[in-house]
């Protein structure tokens, strides 16, 4: 499975931002999609996931009301969109793909297989 993200760049706070990610590769549709951020010298943090054939999503507290996930089956799209940045949300923005399992935590770095590069947002005051 690749992943590759989009979307990311320099924004003011308050603005609204949507990143992509691109999934190529996958071979089913029982699949768990993430978006996690990671600022400097900061853990890599969860944020969204998104189960791929029930459309069933679920947020990090820190995020709820602002970020909303979805995706596009056909064109093997997940997204998040971004609303109401501020400066603290200023990370490089990470996609990550799972098969589903019921014994994995899908709200951690560790329950996913497979993850994007990356794209920086940038959120200036």
């Known amino acids: 499975v690749q992943l590759v993200e989009s979307g990311g760049g320099l924004v003011q706070a308050g603005d609204s931002l949507r990143l992509s990610c691109q999934v190529s590769g996958r071979t089913s549709s029982s699949y768990v999609m993430g978006w996690f951020r990671q600022a400097p010298g900061e853990e890599r943090e969860f944020l969204a996931r998104i189960q791929w054939r029930e459309g069933m999503w679920v947020y990090a507290d820190s995020v709820k009301g602002r970020f909303f996930i979805s995706r596009d089956s056909i064109k093997d799209m997940v997204y998040l969109q971004m609303n109401n940045l501020i400066p603290e949300d200023t990370a490089v923005y990470y996609c990550?793909?799972?098969?589903?399992?019921?014994?994995?935590?899908?709200?951690?770095?560790?329950?996913?297989?497979?993850w994007g590069q990356g794209t920086q947002v940038t959120v200036s005051s």
């Open positions: 990550a793909a799972a098969s589903w399992d019921l014994r994995r935590n899908y709200n951690n770095i560790g329950g996913y297989d497979y």
